[in-house]
């Protein structure tokens, strides 16, 4: 499709009694049709695609969280092209607040405070000022903070995760059409792995391609939504899983309290996390599951690792990397 062309509606075929609607193609708000043997979505987080679908009466089935973060980022670059001290680990989480780095190219590279969306005494992260005094209390990214400022502090919220499904009790809503991507669902961006598990996706869909062809637009369906169920969709709950956990952590803080759970995957995770920096098969099987290089059951399975972790975690403090209490941390934002 030509660069700059938006799609309005969809085609379909003629309705059958017995089958979904089948799309045929697209309609472009230059009122041309684009016929197609199958149409792929891959508008990302906010594809318009799905009202699209609820206009054929195929709306799809939506999973969401209901609540999710608030980045507070700001980017620097350098004089010289050179990036900076990069801190151990490029994701941080501390009482009520995440800190975020990501290295870009020509010596360019962003700092994000994430905070939950719920959290209003944190909103005056916004102003630069209150951004860098919150920063300047992390002491392994504070130095981030000291580039050439090329942007101001930009808030992004509605980062909430979700995910849609095409085909419900076996039985396709549509055919014709795919989801992928972002489109198909989205997870907590300060974990890094949308794109990766974009690209899962994409290949799914090739290999989808090859073994069904154009011809048989069912099986086409079928075996995408497969794919996702047992490979993407386990990734996505686990995500999920973790941000419900981390903003039900961050509001007993913002109310003066600590948080327990019975949860035992969450308690294990805050163990494994306490403990990476004391034992290097823990911090390479953390590393290889924040890569999507294996899962936790792979990376984690060596027999007595989580034990260990437990172990090591026992009487230390939950989040391990140096950083300020909740009331150092608004006392520096808000400058009293």
């Known amino acids: 499709m030509r660069h700059g062309v938006q799609v309005a509606g969809l085609l379909t075929g003629k ?3 017995a089958a979904p609607p089948h799309v045929t193609g697209v309609l472009t708000q230059d009122g041309e049709r684009w016929e197609a043997d199958l149409v792929v979505d891959a508008g990302g987080r906010n594809s318009p695609v799905a009202g699209m679908l609820a ?3 195929a709306e799809p089935e939506e999973h969401r969280v209901g609540t999710g973060f608030r980045y507070y980022t700001r980017y620097f670059r350098s004089p010289d092209g050179a990036l900076p001290r990069q801190a151990p680990w490029p994701l941080c989480h ?3 607040v995440s800190v975020l780095s990501v290295p870009g190219d020509r010596g360019t590279w962003g700092v994000s405070l994430v905070t939950s969306g719920r959290d209003q005494e944190l909103r005056a992260l916004a102003d630069a000022d209150a951004w860098h005094r919150a920063l300047s209390l992390y002491p392994w990214f504070a130095h981030l903070g000291e580039g050439e400022p090329v942007t101001g502090v930009t808030a992004i919220g509605g980062t909430d995760s979700r995910r849609r499904r095409l085909v419900v009790d076996g039985r396709p809503l ?3 059409i795919v989801q992928i991507g972002d489109a198909w669902g989205t997870v907590d961006p300060q974990f890094g792995t949308g794109i990766t598990m974009g690209w899962q996706h994409a290949a799914a ?3 989808v391609l090859r073994l069904a062809g154009s011809a048989d637009p069912l099986r086409q369906s079928l075996l995408l939504d497969t794919f996702a169920e047992e490979n993407l969709t386990p990734e996505w709950e686990g995500f999920a899983a973790w ?4 903003l039900a952590e961050i509001d007993a803080e913002i109310q003066g309290g600590v948080r327990t759970t019975d949860d035992a995957d969450w308690n294990l995770q805050i163990a494994l996390g306490s403990a990476r920096w004391k034992d290097p098969e823990i911090l390479r099987g953390l590393a290889d599951v924040g890569c999507l290089l294996a899962g936790p059951q792979e990376a984690l399975v060596k027999p007595g690792l989580a034990e260990r972790a437990v172990e090591l975690a ?4 939950r989040y391990a990397e140096p950083g300020p209490s909740r009331g150092e941390l608004l006392t520096a934002v808000h400058g009293t």
Do not use: C, F, K, Q
């Open 174 to 176: 549509v055919t014709g």
């Open 15 to 17: 309705a059958r009694s």
């Open 314 to 317: 026992t009487g230390e403090p």
């Open 94 to 96: 501390h009482d009520s």
């Open 243 to 246: 941000d419900r956990n981390r």
């Open 55 to 57: 206009g054929i009466g």
């Open 205 to 207: 869909l090739r290999d």
